[in-house]
């Protein structure tokens, strides 16, 4: 994952452009995405797509032709979506158009100006105080054409046509927690998933942030039915959190599950639901008000290296990507696991001495938390109790429960409720 998100890291993206079509080449060399393209134009929901942006080079320069500020060198040098300009001004008149950060004025920011035609630059504070007076120039190769905006999409088809959305955006440019961790995450994700047989469809979507995800939705207004379970992905490679943000809905399965997942990992962090955020935005909005979550370790806007050029790739780390995996994976081992089970002699205890099954008075500790795990089990299964309810209820993990589950099926004890 830390090598995916290193070979996409330097590509500049934006929410149309290259650099989308780009790192989904990149995306796909690891399972056989799809390209969608929408043109621009065309109505999406309440929005529009946008005109494509291209960009060639930006730089500033004093007289002299020293290079103050190079575009090639950072990507993050240039407002994204920058229209062009070609311009000798004054320090005085650069200033307007240089963003900074005052408070950490060794970093750039990232800035973009999607929907009003700008021009700009980002650079480090420290470097604007540092320009002499004077004249400088100014130059951005880009241009604002007739195009589309491109997003990638990867189904691996489950035994049901019911869905799980796994998706993350796939528009900012240099940034390695937000954005190029989760790109790399999803991407493999997708890939050791798609060799597994699974209940669920699990649909993949990598789609500029707002604009993208909108476009996926008008054009599967009609699909979104079917999705029962969803998670939006971003910034999952630092050493933060781990964070769930509930969906609108708050306890939908995948509210639950995740809040299990996160239950015993240190320093996790359960957020209720707010309509500011990643695209979980467009998928709660209440029209849609699909059960769809937002996972990430530090939550967005809250660290220090947030939109700066000091998300770089040494802000994350392998080992955080694979604990980030590891959690979803179990997110979706709950998914794919759960049942109700319905306990076929409800009337006093069954005797499970009689059937083998009660080896905990020995003293061994694990074999005791298998009897436990029965005991419970056997207790909530009245058809009303998913193997989660009772792993919430009972505080065992889900594991345990579905292990216990099992057992008790094949001892004839249980049987799945008519409702499954
Ligand atoms: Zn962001």
Excluded at 236 to 262: N, W
Excluded at 303 to 320: K, V
Excluded at 363 to 389: F, P, Q, R, T
Aim: hydrophobic letters at 40%; a negative charge.
């Amino acid at each position: 994952m830390f090598a995916l998100a290193e070979a996409i890291f330097p590509i500049c993206r934006s929410i149309t452009g290259e650099g989308v079509r780009e790192t989904l080449r990149i995306l796909g060399r690891h399972l056989p995405l799809k390209r969608r393209e929408v043109p621009t134009g065309t109505r999406v929901l309440d929005w529009e797509i946008p005109k494509e942006w291209v960009i060639r080079e930006a730089f500033i320069e004093d007289m002299n032709g020293n290079r103050i500020l190079d575009f090639r060198e950072c990507n993050l040098t240039v407002l994204n979506y920058s229209i062009p300009v070609d311009r000798i001004v004054h320090l005085e008149e650069l200033r307007e158009h240089v963003h900074t950060l005052p408070d950490q004025p060794d970093a750039i920011p990232y800035r973009t100006s999607y929907y009003a035609p700008r021009w700009g630059f980002c650079m480090p504070h420290r470097q604007l105080e540092a320009l002499a007076s004077g004249m400088y120039r100014v130059r951005i190769d880009s241009e604002l054409k007739d195009g589309s905006l491109a997003y990638g999409e990867y189904v691996h088809q489950g035994e049901t046509d019911r869905e799980f959305l796994l998706t993350t955006h796939i528009c900012h440019p240099s940034m390695a927690n937000d954005n190029c961790s989760g790109l790399a995450l999803l991407t493999l994700l997708a890939r050791d998933l798609s060799h597994r047989r699974t209940r669920y469809t699990y649909r993949f979507l990598f789609a500029p942030g707002t604009i993208g995800a909108l476009a996926w939705l008008a054009a599967n207004e009609d699909r979104v039915k079917l999705i029962d379970h969803g998670l939006v992905i971003s910034c999952v490679g630092d050493s933060g959190g781990p964070s769930y943000k509930r969906s609108r809905r708050h306890d939908a399965f995948i509210d639950r599950a995740m809040a299990h997942v996160l239950r015993n990992a240190s320093g996790s962090r359960l957020l209720d639901f707010s309509p500011y955020g990643y695209d979980e935005r467009q998928f709660c909005s209440p029209g849609f008000n699909l059960p769809v979550g937002l996972f990430q370790r530090s939550t967005f806007a809250t660290f220090p290296e947030y939109h700066t050029s000091a998300d770089n790739l040494d802000f994350i780390r392998p080992e955080y990507l694979a604990d980030s995996y590891r959690l979803l994976m179990d997110a979706i081992d709950i998914v794919e696991k759960d049942w109700t089970p319905l306990n076929l002699f409800p009337k006093g205890e069954p005797q499970l001495g009689r059937r083998g099954l009660y080896g905990a008075l020995g003293g061994d500790k694990s074999a005791s938390e298998k009897a436990m795990a029965m005991l419970w089990v056997l207790n909530l299964a009245d058809g009303e109790n998913s193997l989660l309810a009772i792993a919430e209820r009972s505080g065992l993990n889900f594991d345990d429960v579905a292990g216990a589950a099992e057992l008790l099926r094949e001892h004839g004890l249980l049987a799945a409720s008519v409702a499954e």
